[in-house]
């Protein structure tokens, strides 16, 4: 396979296009808001609006299309925004909160169990687990019973005795 040649017109294509790229103007939702609102107030023709501004009139477009569809979403009551941080800390704490509700309810369960299968647990359990905060809120309570042997697990007479 042979590559093209690189002319000169080509080569200098490629540098506008990077200088073009590298030097767009990025307009904040505010620039964008007042063009919007400017061209809607129908002072000036589009046109005038879109020189005056430095921007392409399809670009304005977009931006009203974009405008009126966001203000349609709203009044309809689509609602959906992003969480603020405080939002997002309370929502985090009011989840912990309930991982240890449910948490202290499995271990309750768990021992009530216990109690009624006449496995010598207490009625004072529960409350002394829950002061001393033994159990973690970030994982499940683990089954009780014998702990499941594995495959690796063998009987004490399978061991040869040691000489």
Known sequence: MSKKPVTKKAEAEKVVKDIRRLTRKIHSAEEKIRVVLAGLRGEDSIAEL?????IAQSLYYSWSKEFLEAGKKRLAGDTARQATSAEVQD?????????????????????????????????????SIREARDHSHRRAIPPSGPPNPGPDWHS????????
């Open 91 to 127: 929502l985090r704490a009011e989840s912990l909160a309930l991982k240890e509700v449910v948490a202290d309810l499995i271990l309750e369960n768990r021992v009530l169990k216990k109690t009624r299968a006449g496995l010598g647990a207490t009625a004072n359990e529960i409350p």
């Open 156 to 163: 004490a007479h399978n061991f040869l005795p040691l000489v």
């Open 50 to 54: 879109c020189r005056r501004e430095g």
